[in-house]
């Protein structure tokens, strides 16, 4: 069965601290898919990212990087000079190509950055 | 604007009290989903829907119904909420599965008293 972990239940820092964000998953797939959403105090929940399992560059957006790793099932999201408005609660969530699975989320990390 | 749309955004009902949760997507989706949202339990699938007429479970559906008649709509039936039912739901919709990326509709707040 598919599983993501976020250990990391709550993360504070301060304003243009970089913080990273760490995703492990499991698998029993060669091929799947992996996400992030970010979901703001005021609820909504906004896609941020999509990667494959046979795509292992990392990706840069802006402030927001990600580096996924197959080696270590890891998937994490680094965001550089942090700012107040990022503070949110971010997913990550795993689905497997094979059939039609469910997309599974971990129980999320939220992030307070301040001032 | 591309949009997943829910109603109502807030819910308060009683034990018992059948109700339904719409969604609507107009997108020309095909795939679509419920989730519920619990503190310290992430978001957890309920159903999901391939296509019109198709439906199947997802980790969590005691207790909920859906029915897919039109591509565009896919509501959330609770026959006889209970209290352990409140939670945050969201819908979301995707072009053919999971595999591809789901955008999630603006949650609909549920209180069962």
């Known amino acids: 069965a598919q599983k993501v972990t976020q250990a990391q239940t709550e993360i504070s820092v301060v304003e243009k601290e970089d913080v990273t964000l760490d995703c492990v998953y499991e698998?029993?797939?060669?091929?799947?898919?992996l996400f992030w959403y970010k979901q703001p105090p005021s609820g909504e929940l906004v896609f941020l990212i999509r990667?494959?399992?046979?795509?292992?560059q990392n990706e840069i957006s802006g402030r927001y990087s990600w580096n996924f790793q197959k080696s270590t099932s890891s998937f994490n999201f680094t965001i550089t000079a942090s700012q107040v408005v990022d503070s949110a609660v971010y997913f990550c969530?795993?689905?497997?190509?094979?059939?039609?699975?469910?997309?599974?989320f971990g129980k999320g990390t939220m992030l307070l950055v301040s001032p | 604007e591309a949009q997943v749309t829910q109603n109502p955004r807030y819910l308060i009902t009683v034990t018992g009290k059948k109700l339904t949760v719409t969604c609507s997507q107009n997108?020309?989706?095909?795939?679509m989903s419920w989730y519920r949202q619990d503190p310290g339990l992430g978001l957890r699938q309920i159903y999901y829907?391939?296509?019109?007429?198709?439906?199947d479970k997802g980790d969590v559906p005691e207790g909920y119904k859906v029915s897919r008649k039109e591509k565009r709509n896919f509501p959330l039936i609770l026959e006889s909420p209970s209290p352990n039912q409140t939670s945050l739901y969201f819908c979301?919709?995707?072009?053919?599965?999971?595999?591809?990326?789901?955008?999630f509709g603006p949650g609909t707040r549920l209180l069962v008293l």
């Open positions: 979301a919709s995707s072009f053919t599965g999971n595999r591809e990326t789901q955008y």
């Open positions: 698998t029993r797939d060669t091929t799947y898919y």
């Open positions: 990667r494959n399992s046979f795509d292992e």
């Open positions: 969530a795993l689905s497997e190509a094979l059939g039609y699975s469910t997309l599974t």
């Open positions: 997108m020309n989706h095909e795939y």
């Open positions: 829907s391939m296509n019109v007429e198709v439906t």
